[in-house]
């Protein structure tokens, strides 16, 4: 069974980059998983930050950017703020209607 | 604004049948650009994909739970429903129903339910 990976935890200081990466157990990440990007705030249901890559859903703050970096999905946060401590998921589609989420990163901004 | 509620009970015994409905309001469920997905997230856990419902019936299940899982569509209620059978105590979680676009090659949940907590225990 594929399974998506993701960084458990990261942390960033404020000001400061990150790259969280999702992966594929076995294989490359492609555009065709149309990789999309999550965060949720506890309590909360999840809120589209990326989608197709690279796309900013509306009102997602230019601080965050999508890409492919080698074999792997890539979500950067440039210039992190306080807020932007969350929890963070990607998503893979697999084909024949099949989506799989990662396990999530848990971004601390300390 | 479109909207997505869930509802059923918020406790199952073990062995029995999971039932849960979505109301969809502010939209038509009936359309070929959206999907209608149900995704739980085990308490303090990740998110994991159900399955999807298309309003013509056609649907998707993540294939380590389908032989369990069962989604349809009243679209003269504008609803859709999980049915998840067998269920043990690793059913628990918060079960949200959520959107699937299409629009404009958006793919991505772009609505989600507030989510409701399921219990399986005795």
């Known amino acids: 069974q594929t399974v998506v990976t993701q960084e458990p935890s990261f942390s960033v200081s404020p000001g400061g980059t990150v790259t969280l990466t999702c992966g594929l157990s076995?294989?490359?990440?492609?555009?065709?998983?149309?990789p999309t990007w999550y965060q949720q705030t506890p309590g909360q249901a999840p809120r589209t930050l990326i989608y197709?890559?690279?796309t900013r859903s509306s009102g997602v703050p230019d601080r965050f950017s999508g890409s492919i970096l080698g074999n792997k999905a890539a979500l950067t946060i440039t210039g992190a703020q306080a807020d932007d401590e969350s929890d963070y998921y990607c998503a893979l589609y697999m084909g024949s209607g099949v989506w799989v989420f990662g396990g999530g990163t848990k971004l601390t901004v300390l | 604004q479109l909207q997505l509620q869930e509802s059923g009970p918020g406790l199952v015994k073990p062995s029995e049948t999971l039932s849960l409905i979505c109301t969809v309001s502010?939209?038509?469920?009936?359309?070929?650009?959206?999907?209608w997905d149900w995704i739980r997230q085990p308490p303090g856990k990740g998110l994991e994909w159900i399955g999807s419902?298309?309003?013509?019936?056609?649907?998707y299940y993540n294939p380590s739970l389908k032989s369990r899982v069962t989604i349809s569509v009243d679209t003269s209620r504008n609803q859709f429903s999980l049915n998840l059978n067998s269920v043990t105590a690793a059913d628990t979680a918060v079960y949200y129903c959520a959107r699937y676009t299409k629009v404009a090659a958006a793919y991505n949940f772009d609505y989600w339910g507030q989510g409701t907590l399921v219990t399986v225990s005795s």
């Open positions: 076995s294989g490359s990440v492609s555009t065709t998983n149309y």
């Open positions: 502010g939209g038509s469920i009936s359309n070929n650009y959206y999907h």
């Open positions: 419902i298309y309003y013509s019936g056609s649907t």
């Open positions: 197709i890559t690279d």
